[in-house]
């Protein structure tokens, strides 16, 4: 696992995010913003009617009844939380606990679910200590909701054998993230890929299909999303030079001879799955003094606050991203956006990417447990979960099918100039390129774990799971 110092993760291809189907666009087409429905809502104001696009979930009623675990006449116990505590990067993905403590205000500002006020048992699994977190989870919540933990694999066999269903804020591990009673709201299966960054690079820069390659790490997490990415290179058109350009994960003393095996071997589009720090950073100042201009491709982790600090001398004005979620930069055009960014700042918490796809998931479980009216148990909410086939969090990101976990077949991509982010693909900001080829199925050796017929890990599968009933 390595993590860098602004608290993003890169687990294999984790993409932050971020990073997804529902989309019926044809390969060249554009999804934009869906119309606003109803009256808006001022996130500062509480109350709001909306979450962007979204009717809210949240709001007054007369549900009682202790139905299952943390249900009682007058309150909704879920469980949330981060890895904000881990001594080696202070913080760690603290901006999904913000996110959902912020929701969680939010919804009960409007009267909570259903009448049923929210409340959160915060969590912090320090990235060791989720077995003991979830331990304490499945003595006491209805549900997990939003949360977010590095090392979530070696808490998943807990989680299962106590029937605690979760809609997480993301899931790292194999048998997490197909794991059974489990939803996000923008999956990122093993078996399916969004490739969508490679499409749209393909299209941009001619030079990627036989002059890019891929830049390798010692890290097997890294290795293991590098590995799935040249596979779908491969299926997308894109041969890669291999010009062997690896580095080591605690740093190298000099990069300028990885910079001029790069020159010498010919690259001139670069991917790289590997998260930013100030090895990488050296790296591309190397390319840069070596009088290279390739462009480079890389994941959402690399849409960071720390990357644009970093790039006053312009070494990185080449960065362009894939995304399946919309950037910061498009808050003015993308009312879900603003109002997450306001809900969060209100707070003073911590804005970033997972802070949005934390808010998302926390919104796609209040809407389906608001459904589920009085009668509110974790059999009714899986039920609820299970039929949504198009998610966007109110406008948050690309349509997804959480019910199906399958993620989007739609993409943006933005470029960084300075320290500043900006959208480059589709040209009208807001919109997603999307198409059934951005999705790809992945090499079965590359899952980490056996699936049964319902794509569902068998790991730690049991008899008396939770499953979605018609």
């Not at 499409?199 to 036989?210: L, V």
């Not at 299970?386 to 690309?398: M, P, R």
Request: hydrophobic share 35%; net charge neutral.
């Amino acid at each position: 696992m390595k993590v860098d110092k602004t608290g993003r993760l890169a687990a294999g291809a984790l993409a932050l995010a971020l990073f997804s189907t529902a989309c019926a666009a044809e390969r060249s087409g554009t999804v934009g913003l869906p119309d606003q429905q109803g009256g808006g809502g001022n996130a500062a104001a509480g109350g709001s009617r909306t979450f962007g696009t979204l009717p809210s979930p949240c709001g007054k009623g007369d549900a009682k009844g202790a139905t299952d675990q943390g249900i009682t006449d007058k309150e909704i116990t879920i469980g949330f939380g981060d890895d904000r505590g881990f001594p080696q990067a202070p913080g760690l993905s603290k901006e999904m606990g913000d996110a959902v403590k912020a929701m969680i205000d939010w919804c009960n500002e409007q009267g909570g679910i259903n009448g049923r006020k929210i409340k959160g048992n915060q969590y912090d699994a320090a990235m060791t200590q989720s077995v003991k977190v979830m331990q304490q989870s499945c003595k006491q919540d209805f549900m997990m909701v939003g949360q977010g933990f590095a090392m979530d694999e070696a808490a998943e066999q807990y989680r299962v054998g106590c029937r605690l269903p979760t809609v997480a804020g993301f899931a790292i591990g194999p048998n997490v993230t197909m794991g059974p009673m489990k939803y996000e709201a923008l999956p990122y299966p093993v078996d399916l890929l969004n490739i969508g960054g490679i499409k749209i690079g393909k299209d941009r820069f001619p030079a990627f299909k036989d002059k890019g390659d891929l830049l390798l790490s010692t890290s097997p997490a890294v290795t293991t999303g590098t590995n799935k990415i040249a596979a779908a290179m491969k299926k997308s058109g894109v041969e890669p030079l291999n010009c062997g350009v690896r580095l080591n994960d605690k740093g190298e003393s000099n990069y300028m001879p990885f910079a001029q095996k790069i020159k010498e071997c010919g690259a001139e589009v670069l991917w790289t799955s590997d998260s930013p720090d100030p090895g990488q950073f050296s790296l591309l100042e190397s390319i840069e003094r070596a009088g290279l201009k390739p462009n480079y491709l890389f994941e959402a982790t690399w849409y960071s606050s720390a990357v644009s600090g970093w790039n006053k001398a312009g070494a990185g004005d080449n960065i362009h991203i894939g995304m399946m979620f919309q950037p910061f930069e498009n808050a003015a055009k993308v009312p879900a956006v603003k109002q997450y960014m306001d809900l969060v700042n209100a707070q003073k918490g911590k804005v970033a990417l997972l802070g949005m796809q934390a808010t998302s998931s926390f919104l796609l479980w209040a809407q389906s447990a608001q459904k589920c009216g009085s009668d509110l148990t974790r059999q009714c909410v899986i039920n609820e979960l299970s039929k949504v086939h198009e998610w966007t969090g109110g406008g948050l990101h690309a349509p997804s099918d959480p019910g199906n976990n399958k993620p989007a077949s739609c993409a943006l991509m933005v470029k960084l100039n300075g320290s500043k982010y900006e959208q480059v693909h589709p040209k009208n900001a807001g919109e997603f390129e999307c198409g059934a080829d951005f999705v790809i199925e992945t090499d079965p050796k590359t899952w980490g774990t056996k699936l049964n017929g319902d794509r569902i890990a068998t790991t730690f599968l049991t008899d008396d799971i939770i499953k979605p009933q018609s």
